[in-house]
């Protein structure tokens, strides 16, 4: 019967249509990995530098962190496309900490200044003078006035004076905020919430281990942050061991989180021209190089990394090191006048992870749609549902994995997922019903045809989550 079919084919007169060669398409299949995102709620550590030298370090702060609140609880639609660029939160827990550790608890040699005890060890800052804000984690949840919220906020940061410890433990009281977070209902950083810090200080960090055998060389010598910097570098007389290591305080700052669940942030000492480089581009900087120089007042001080009408900046060496065990992390420089595009760049770093995938390059278009098979493989003991969209094709190691259908961007052909092309940040979109749990995995298989000219298909990074623009 095959073979008459075609006879008849051939034999036929000619169609009533243009007719042109039949050209094969020549292409593969990519897989692209999606980091597990959806998430709903952000828990926010906001780490200030309380010492003498921020007080308009902290003014700028205070204007620009209505900013971050506002992208996150009501996101832009910066392209245009009529809708949002990411999901708004659901929940956004903001604990405010100082840098203030005292002297780590021993006893304040002569000349530490106001440095005693355990100073705010970490504690969690509020101000009664400030409307809504007398208990210490401040909460702001969907449907509230975010402006208020933002408001509540800035004023915190504008009550924290400028009476804190000089010899700065930035990672050590980031650390501790996070630790205490164990006592908070539901838990902070919550298990459904990203977790990000952000970092505000120009001093180099000297988070102690060892504060005993510090204070005793303190004592002797009288040098203060050069201190710091010795004991980093285990140079004059310092060891290495009297601060916590790099890769502690990392540890602990992350409390146990994927990178796709954590943000690392830092305004701090480092050159402009340097802002939102990586770690590695900052600290090969001959500028981030750590010496000391004469200041106004005949005193040997660490030299700047930067400089502003606001005062010198020390290089933060340390927190560039931290933030390069991250895969989301944000660096810029404290000497800035405006601390609008670091808090953006935190803000979408935020962002990627919040209610939709960022793809790392743009997947080619057939009409309104992409040539993908997109397979979601549930947490043990969840079941597909095609009420979702879902439908079970296999089962891998006990548990369901889904193919989800693919329906029409204005959301009227049921529940699944769509592609919203963008050049800022293309996305696989799900709808609500069918977006994947907490603890799901997604892997997108899409087609790329390949080029006429010979060329090579674009490839497609594996273990996506962000995107390659802002």
């Given at each position: 019967m095959?073979?008459?079919?075609?006879?008849?084919?051939?034999?036929?007169?000619?169609?009533e249509r243009n007719t042109g060669a039949i050209v094969?398409?020549?292409?593969?299949?990519?897989?692209?990995?999606?980091?597990?995102?959806?998430?709903?709620?952000?828990?926010?550590?906001?780490?200030?530098?309380?010492?003498?030298?921020?007080?308009?370090?902290?003014?700028?702060?205070?204007e620009r962190i209505a900013d971050l609140v506002r992208d996150l609880t009501t996101p832009p639609d910066e392209n245009g496309d009529g809708r949002a660029d990411w999901g708004a939160v659901d929940r956004l827990r903001v604990a405010i900490v100082t840098t203030d550790m005292g002297t780590s608890g021993v006893p304040a040699p002569d000349g530490v200044g106001v440095c005693e005890g355990l100073g705010d060890d970490g504690e969690y800052q509020s101000a009664a003078s400030c409307s809504g804000a007398e208990l210490g984690l401040q909460v702001y949840q969907t449907g509230e006035d975010a402006g208020a919220f933002a408001a509540r906020i800035g004023c915190i940061v504008d009550s924290l004076g400028l009476n804190g410890c000089g010899i700065e433990q930035?990672?050590?009281?980031?650390?501790?905020?996070?630790?205490?977070?164990s006592d908070v209902p539901d838990g902070f950083p919550a298990e459904d919430a990203i977790l990000a810090v952000l970092?505000?200080?120009?001093?180099?960090?000297?988070?102690?281990?060892?504060?005993?055998?510090?204070?005793?060389?303190?004592?002797?010598?009288?040098?203060?942050?050069?201190?710091?910097?010795?004991?980093?570098l285990g140079a004059n007389g310092a060891s290495q061991a009297w601060l916590r290591s790099i890769d502690s305080l990392a540890t602990r700052l992350a409390a146990g989180r994927e990178d796709g669940s954590f943000v690392f942030g830092a305004i701090t000492g480092l050159p402009i021209d340097l802002s939102g480089e990586s770690p590695a581009t900052i600290l090969a900087d001959p500028r981030m190089v750590y010496g000391e120089r004469t200041d106004s007042m005949n005193r040997r001080v660490p030299t700047a990394a930067c400089t502003s009408e606001n005062g010198d900046a020390t290089p933060a060496r340390r927190i560039v090191e931290v933030a390069s065990r991250f895969e989301r992390s944000v660096l810029?420089?404290?000497?800035?006048?405006?601390?609008?595009?670091a808090i953006q760049e935190v803000t979408r770093a935020i962002a990627q992870q919040i209610g939709e995938f960022c793809l790392p390059r743009r997947i080619p278009l057939v009409g309104e749609r992409v040539?993908?098979?997109?397979?979601v493989k549930l947490a043990e003991g969840e079941s597909?549902?095609?009420?979702?969209?879902?439908?079970?094709?296999?089962?891998?190691?006990?548990?369901?994995?889904?193919v989800v259908d693919q329906v029409a961007a204005d959301g009227s052909t049921g529940q699944g997922y769509f592609y919203a092309d963008s050049e800022e940040c293309p996305q696989i979109v799900f709808t609500d019903a069918a977006r994947p749990p907490l603890g799901a995995s997604v892997v997108a298989s899409c087609y790329f045809e390949t080029p006429r000219d010979g060329g090579a298909p674009p490839t497609i990074e594996e273990d996506a989550g962000s995107p390659t623009g802002p």
């Open positions: 095959l073979s008459v079919l075609i006879a008849l084919v051939i034999t036929t007169g000619c169609f094969p398409r020549l292409g593969n299949v990519q897989e692209v990995r999606l980091t597990t995102g959806g998430f709903r709620n952000v828990d926010l550590v906001l780490l200030v530098d309380d010492s003498g030298s921020m007080e308009e370090e902290q003014d700028i702060l205070e930035q990672l050590e009281a980031a650390s501790r905020a996070v630790e205490r977070g970092v505000l200080s120009d001093e180099e960090d000297c988070s102690l281990e060892q504060p005993d055998a510090f204070y005793a060389e303190f004592e002797r010598t009288g040098r203060v942050n050069l201190l710091c910097q010795d004991a980093a810029h420089s404290i000497c800035s006048d405006d601390f609008g595009p040539e993908c098979e997109l397979r597909c549902d095609r009420a979702r969209g879902q439908t079970e094709v296999e089962r891998d190691d006990g548990r369901a994995v889904c």
